[in-house]
Every structure is written in C-alpha cells, then in structure tokens.
C-alpha cells in the first residue's frame, strides 16, 4: 500500500507557470467585466460634458435639473427656474435631456 502511495508521490511537477494560469485568467476576467465597462462610461462621460453648449437640459450629479446658459472651461451657468440662476463645476454634470420631440432610448 505504502508503494503506490509513493509512487503516485514521484510525478513530475507541473510547469511553474501552470500555477499562475488561474491568477492571470481571474485577472483578464476582472478587466473584461470591470474595469473596461468603466473606462467606456467615464470617456463617454467626458465627451458628453465636451460637448455642452447653451440651451441644453442637464440633470446635474445632485439631481438638480436646469438649461445651461453659458458654458466654460471648467463651470457651467444654469438656470433651474424663472430667474434662479447657479454656477456648477463642468464635470458635476450627470445626463443631458434629449429635446422632448426625439426618443430617450435608441
């Protein structure tokens, strides 16, 4: 009994980079399913405050909704309602309202 045990026991070592197949494969998958997704979303982001220009609706980070007056570098001037008038960091900007005519979700 001692022998088969032994024997079984003596077998080649599988190659060094075998045990650390499943460390790059749970890495890849981490990219694919997280970090990928993110980076879309955050370019998209940028090129939708890019693209900011007077008379848009925005939905600010803070839920505030109101139509850009002027728009900087770094601010936008809004007005969330007959003469209430904010100035907002550029970035704080969370969605644009499409015009009521268009579809929201194409």
Known sequence: MLDILAAA???AAPPVWMSWLPIIGMIAIFWFLLIRPQM???KAHREKVAGLKKGDQVVTAGGLVGKVLKV????????LGQGVKVKAVKHTIGEVIPPAGT???D
């Open 9 to 11: 026991s003596t077998g």
């Open 40 to 42: 879309r979303q955050q």
């Open 72 to 79: 900087d570098e770094n601010y936008v001037d809004l007005e």
């Open 103 to 105: 579809a929201a979700n």
